[in-house]
């Protein structure tokens, strides 16, 4: 599939190639959506192995970001960017300037902010070229904390739903992943009384949580973690970790994680579901980073207990997301998509620019 067939399959409203010689930046914008408000979402700076496969994850990610906005009620759009490099070889001061210089020529259609690979620092460095940044050490910064509390609010959810109390406390939690949001939430979890099991291809992240927290948590293999015995798994990685190979190998009763895109494809999620396994779309779950970022957009600014609180929501969103599944006999993935496509029919599709 061509770049034009995948920008028309997946209804992207633009996308935006961008090179500059200079510093070495390669980069790809897309704007899934401004039906509800500019888009916005994050810069993600990973070593593609090629430039189709970050077109193709870009794209992927911008959907994704719509439906997360929509679904969490939020006056957004969706919109992801992707620079193509190592974060950690690549990354210059003026590489970052260039980039955040053409996120400014779209004038306000697309906002970015902080993802894996970038940093609240690459966002302060942004915002001297741009004022369409979000994430700033002056705004609401790293907003890996804020969707941390949200998967939180959605595990709570989930024992709701499977027994009518919400406490974590004595729980048994997977998490696949400790960076900035797999961290916070162990930190979260252990304050709520779990069991925690952590596994990350990085040792160092590893050692860095199990210094932090000690006998607190368990430690796995990368390739094992799904398959040890909990309550909630939790991928908060990298996406299409639910596939044909690992979701019969589960050994949790429930997935709440905050990768993007867990689902390698469509089908999974009824996998899930034959396998009886609740299955929380992730774009619901990890919503609590855009509802904390979103409310810097706000005409009063940015007020940190408000915005948290607002956070709170992700427990309501996911009561409805699993009752609509069951009215509609469809899985949660499913429900989730039929509630963000409901609330965009209520805007305008269409090209703008805003101010």
């Not at 210094?211 to 908060?236: E, K, T």
């Not at 709170?312 to 069951?326: G, I, S, W």
């Amino acid at each position: 599939m061509n770049t034009f067939d995948r920008i028309e399959a997946g209804d992207q409203e633009q996308v935006v190639f961008c090179q500059d010689r200079a510093t070495g930046l390669r980069a790809v914008i897309a704007i899934h959506s401004t039906a509800l408000g500019p888009s916005l979402g994050g810069t993600r700076f990973y070593p593609y192995a090629s430039t189709d496969a970050a077109v193709a994850d870009v794209l992927r990610l911008a959907e994704g970001m719509t439906y997360k906005a929509a679904v969490a009620g939020l006056d957004q759009g969706g919109g992801k960017a992707v620079i193509i490099g190592d974060p950690n070889v690549d990354r210059t001061e003026e590489l970052m300037l260039a980039y955040g210089r053409f996120v400014d020529t779209l004038s306000g259609r697309y906002v970015t902010a902080e993802d894996v690979g970038t940093t609240q620092a690459d966002m302060d460095l942004i915002a001297k070229v741009t004022p369409y940044v979000t994430g700033t050490s002056d705004g609401s910064g790293d907003p890996s904390a804020a969707t941390a509390l949200g998967l939180v609010w959605a595990m709570k959810a989930l024992f709701f739903l499977s027994s009518g109390a919400d406490d974590l406390g004595g729980a048994h939690v997977v998490v696949a992943g400790v960076g900035k949001v797999g961290s916070h939430l162990v930190g979260n979890l252990v304050n709520e009384g779990a069991r925690v099991t952590i596994a990350d291809v990085n040792d160092r992240a590893v050692e860095r949580v199990r210094s932090q927290f000690g006998a607190s948590v368990a430690v796995a293999a990368p390739a094992d973690v799904h398959r040890v015995p909990g309550d909630i798994y939790s991928p908060c990685g990298l996406g299409g970790v639910l596939n044909t190979q690992t979701i019969p190998e589960l050994r949790s009763w429930a997935v709440v994680g905050a990768a993007n895109n867990q689902l390698a494809s469509p089908e999974c999620g009824l996998l899930l579901a034959d396998a009886g396994i609740l299955y929380a779309p992730d774009f619901v779950v990890n919503a609590g980073g855009i509802i904390n970022i979103a409310s810097e957009r706000t005409p009063g600014g940015y007020d940190r207990e408000h915005a948290y609180a607002d956070v709170h929501r992700v427990y309501d969103t996911t009561l409805q997301v699993f009752d609509t599944a069951k009215r509609d006999g469809v899985t949660p993935a499913e429900a989730a998509e039929s509630l963000a496509r409901r609330r965009l029919a209520t805007g305008v599709h269409q090209i703008r620019n805003f101010p």
